[in-house]
Antibody, heavy 119, light 108 residues
Framework: EVQLVQSGAEVKKPGESLRISCKGS????????ITWVRQMPGKGLEWMGR????????NYSPSFQGHVTISADKSISAAYLQWSSLKASDTAMYYC????????????WGQGTLVTVSS | SYVLTQPPSVSVAPGQTATITCGGN??????VHWYQQKPGQAPVLVVY???DRPSGIPERFSGSNSGNTATLTISRVEAGDEADFYC???????????FGGGTKLTVL
């Protein structure tokens, strides 16, 4: 069974750093891209960027380029989303999802990680 | 950048048919995918490549795509279908995915 399991909810202060994770199982982790999607409270889905776990090639949305870093560790089938300095506006639910090579469909999603940034 | 337009809300009585549209410039030339997101849950793929259904998705969910509009149709709507629905395509010019703004389906 394909699963993407994300790390738990986080409460941080502005200016703090954070890394959340997404661990894949039930499939060959390096055969699919992992993408990250933001959902702000009461709002829609926003694509942030993606990573190819086989070589860690990344591709970011212009809206998020420079604000977050996506990485992966294929040895443990994990992908990460990282901030060096959080802002209150980063408060949101973050989802990881996988998509097959050559396809733009997100066929499996993680359960989401809620990040709350508040002083 | 490529834009997808969805109606903010659609309401339908139980047992009736719900139609959710997704507009985009020549969207008929792209593969459209649809996701259902129930309150407090992660999105779930319900239709991919315009009209295919993943295993486990009821046949009541179907899709079509032509011209400037893609459509998700839910037949014999049930109370449990109430959710937000998002369409999505891959914009080849930017090599990025694009999501529609989402449609809230209310079952009356």
């Amino acid at each position: 069974e394909v699963q993407l399991v994300q790390s738990g909810a986080e409460v941080k202060k502005p200016g703090e750093s954070l890394r959340i994770s997404c661990k894949g199982s039930g499939y060959t982790f390096t055969s699919h891209w992992i993408t990250w999607v933001r959902q702000m409270p009461g709002k829609g889905l926003e694509w942030m960027g993606r990573i190819d776990p086989s070589d860690s090639y990344t591709n970011y949305s212009p809206s998020f380029q420079g604000h977050v870093t996506i990485s992966a560790d294929k040895s443990i089938s994990a992908a990460y989303l990282q901030w060096s300095s959080l802002k209150a506006s980063d408060t949101a639910m973050y989802y990881c999802a996988r998509h097959p090579r050559g396809s733009g469909v997100f066929d499996y999603w993680g359960q989401g990680t809620l990040v709350t940034v508040s002083s | 950048s490529y834009v997808l337009t969805q109606p903010p809300s659609v309401s339908v009585a139980p047992g009736q048919t719900a139609t959710i549209t997704c507009g985009g410039n020549n969207i008929g030339g792209k593969s459209v995918h649809w996701y259902q997101q129930k309150p407090g849950q992660a999105p779930v793929l319900v239709v991919y490549d315009d009209s295919d259904r993943p295993s486990g998705i009821p046949e009541r969910f179907s899709g079509s795509n032509s011209g400037n509009t893609a459509t998700l149709t839910i037949s014999r709507v049930e109370a449990g279908d109430e959710a937000d629905f998002y369409c999505q395509v891959w914009d080849s010019s930017s090599d990025h995915p694009v999501f529609g703004g989402g449609t809230k389906l209310t079952v009356l």
